[in-house]
């Protein structure tokens, strides 16, 4: 998900064309890392969403209404105080660097006219929202605060000074001609893959826009610098100038990248030709809406699933182990039609018993053969005791088994079924449907 300098130079160009002069109506913050506010132009309201997401941040137009906390963050009552009713000036951004720069004209507590800086600082886990005063360079606050104690380079607190975020030493590709960008070739190390020398040494690249100037330059994408030549240095530089030359022109072509269902995989400013499938975009913002919202719905998707994965996988693992008992059970009662034939064959030899036996051998006259088999006895009761105590053996093995039959048949057909409700859950592919399936869940006990 390459959020580079190009896309963000993308977005400011837009934000810039149609929302300079807009007036900021409403200020919210429906997550920790997320601000939206609302603005306004003649006969044109949209949200614009800030994001210090460590994983998603970004800045775009968004069509998606989340639900607001009934109290509304620190931060949030710091940008309203200072912000709302306020127009928007300008949207900056330096070269190709990852941070926006909103000046907003807002009244002060006195009423009087005063610019303020909202500043976007799109950097990954360090992205924040900092809100300063452009004249002192002093932070009124930020959406993520911390000391020295966090960063030793700068720190992110009321009243401190505001520091932009360290420069990485990359050159700035809007302003480098040739002969610079031989020299960084130069200095490179010949080991380096041209797609590496061209993101750690130039501004505003990400992994997929340097693998498309190295595409669009004819070379292999593993190609190394040690590999490189006069000609395939002037094409590289050729294939950097047809992306630098036409953002510098302010044109950008917002690319989609597809996988085989049409599902969204990644985005560019730049039309991408070197990988999967695309789709072309008339507006970098429509796109970036479109991508983030279908992420959010694939999150919260995976979120209701994995929630009713995480049941049904309990109650299925329940139910294995119920089954292996009574798997267990039902063996153990194997032999009950041993203790029938044992309290049979003493009944009809009663006569030629007596108390005080401990093993009885007697002919198996239910075998064609009549072999003679031991019974064991208890000596303290009477032989006729002994072939009662079989039979209640019997009669409460028989029992036992009738009884774990009926549950174990009871147990795999309820597995059966939830192992039918887990595929289906698992090819879910909205949340209609998962919607539909907890429905089922719950009216089943679940």
Same mark, same amino acid.
């Given at each position: 998900?390459?959020?580079?300098?190009?896309?963000?130079?993308?977005?400011?160009?837009?934000?810039?064309?149609?929302?300079? *002069? /807009?007036?900021?109506?409403?200020?919210?913050?429906?997550?920790?890392?997320?601000?939206?506010?609302?603005?306004?132009?003649? *006969?044109?309201?949209?949200?614009?969403?800030?994001?210090?997401?460590?994983?998603?941040?970004?800045?775009?137009?968004?069509?998606?209404?989340?639900?607001?906390?009934?109290?509304?963050?620190?931060?949030?009552?710091?940008?309203?105080?200072?912000?709302?009713?306020?127009?928007?000036?300008?949207?900056?951004?330096? *070269?190709?660097?990852?941070?926006?720069?909103?000046?907003?004209?807002?009244?002060?507590?006195?009423?009087?006219?005063?610019?303020?800086?909202?500043?976007?600082?799109?950097?990954?886990?360090?992205?924040?929202?900092?809100? /300063?005063?452009?004249?002192?360079?002093?932070?009124?606050?930020?959406?993520?605060?911390?000391?020295?104690?966090?960063?030793?380079?700068?720190?992110?607190?009321?009243?401190?000074?505001?520091?932009?975020?360290?420069?990485?030493?990359?050159?700035?590709?809007?302003?480098?001609?040739?002969?610079?960008?031989?020299?960084?070739?130069? &200095?490179?190390?010949?080991?380096?893959?041209?797609?590496?020398?061209?993101?750690?040494?130039?501004?505003?690249?990400?992994?997929?826009?340097?693998?498309?100037?190295?595409?669009? /330059? &004819?070379?292999?994408?593993?190609?190394?610098?040690?590999?490189?030549?006069?000609?395939?240095?002037?094409?590289?530089?050729?294939?950097?100038?047809?992306?630098?030359?036409?953002?510098?022109?302010?044109?950008?072509?917002?690319?989609?990248?597809?996988?085989?269902?049409?599902?969204?995989?990644?985005?560019?400013?730049?039309?991408?030709?070197?990988?999967?499938?695309?789709?072309?975009? &008339?507006?970098?913002?429509?796109?970036?809406?479109?991508?983030?919202?279908?992420?959010?719905?694939?999150?919260?998707?995976?979120?209701?699933?994995?929630?009713?994965?995480?049941?049904? &996988?309990?109650?299925?693992?329940?139910?294995?182990?119920?089954? /292996?008992?009574?798997?267990?059970?039902?063996?153990?009662?194997? *032999?009950?039609?041993?203790?029938?034939?044992?309290?049979?064959?003493?009944?009809?030899?009663?006569?030629?018993?007596?108390?005080?036996?401990?093993?009885?051998?007697?002919?198996?006259?239910?075998?064609?053969?009549?072999?003679?088999?031991?019974?064991?006895?208890?000596?303290?009761?009477?032989?006729?005791?002994?072939?009662?105590?079989?039979?209640?053996?019997?009669?409460?093995?028989?029992?036992?088994?009738?009884?774990?039959?009926?549950?174990?048949?009871?147990?795999?057909?309820?597995?059966?079924?939830?192992?039918?409700?887990?595929?289906?859950?698992?090819?879910?592919?909205?949340?209609?449907?998962?919607?539909?399936?907890?429905?089922?869940?719950?009216?089943?006990?679940?």
């Amino acid at each position: 998900m390459p959020f580079d300098g190009l896309v963000l130079a993308a977005v400011r160009k837009e934000l810039a064309d149609h929302f300079t *002069g /807009a007036r900021i109506e409403k200020i919210y913050q429906p997550e920790e890392n997320e601000l939206v506010l609302q603005l306004h132009q003649p *006969g044109l309201r949209r949200r614009l969403l800030l994001s210090a997401h460590p994983r998603h941040a970004r800045v775009h137009l968004s069509s998606m209404a989340k639900t607001n906390p009934t109290s509304a963050p620190l931060f949030c009552m710091v940008l309203r105080k200072h912000l709302e009713g306020g127009r928007i000036i300008a949207f900056e951004q330096q *070269g190709l660097e990852r941070v926006l720069i909103i000046r907003i004209e807002a009244r002060d507590e006195l009423g009087r006219q005063a610019e303020k800086h909202l500043i976007c600082e799109i950097m990954g886990k360090h992205s924040n929202i900092i809100l /300063a005063e452009p004249k002192s360079q002093i932070i009124l606050d930020g959406i993520k605060r911390y000391s020295h104690s966090v960063s030793r380079y700068r720190e992110v607190l009321p009243s401190r000074n505001y520091v932009f975020p360290p420069s990485q030493g990359k050159a700035n590709p809007l302003l480098l001609d040739e002969d610079g960008f031989r020299q960084i070739c130069l &200095n490179a190390p010949l080991e380096s893959t041209l797609v590496n020398l061209l993101q750690k040494n130039i501004e505003g690249l990400s992994t997929l826009t340097c693998r498309e100037i190295v595409y669009r /330059a &004819n070379l292999p994408l593993d190609f190394t610098l040690d590999q490189c030549g006069d000609y395939d240095l002037h094409a590289l530089w050729q294939g950097l100038s047809s992306v630098i030359g036409p953002v510098k022109a302010g044109k950008f072509q917002p690319c989609l990248l597809t996988g085989e269902k049409g599902e969204p995989l990644d985005f560019a400013a730049l039309k991408i030709d070197h990988t999967g499938t695309s789709r072309n975009y &008339n507006s970098i913002n429509e796109l970036l809406d479109y991508y983030f919202t279908n992420l959010s719905q694939q999150h919260d998707l995976n979120a209701e699933r994995n929630a009713c994965l995480s049941l049904l &996988n309990k109650e299925i693992n329940r139910l294995t182990k119920k089954i /292996a008992i009574y798997k267990q059970s039902l063996a153990e009662t194997a *032999g009950s039609e041993q203790f029938r034939l044992y309290g049979e064959l003493l009944t009809a030899n009663l006569y030629r018993l007596e108390k005080g036996q401990a093993v009885a051998s007697l002919e198996n006259y239910y075998d064609p053969a009549c072999p003679l088999i031991d019974i064991p006895l208890d000596p303290q009761l009477t032989p006729s005791e002994n072939a009662q105590a079989y039979f209640k053996k019997y009669n409460k093995a028989k029992n036992t088994r009738v009884a774990v039959e009926s549950m174990l048949a009871s147990a795999q057909e309820e597995l059966s079924y939830l192992e039918g409700i887990k595929t289906g859950l698992e090819k879910a592919d909205n949340l209609t449907e998962i919607a539909e399936i907890k429905q089922e869940l719950t009216e089943q006990g679940y």
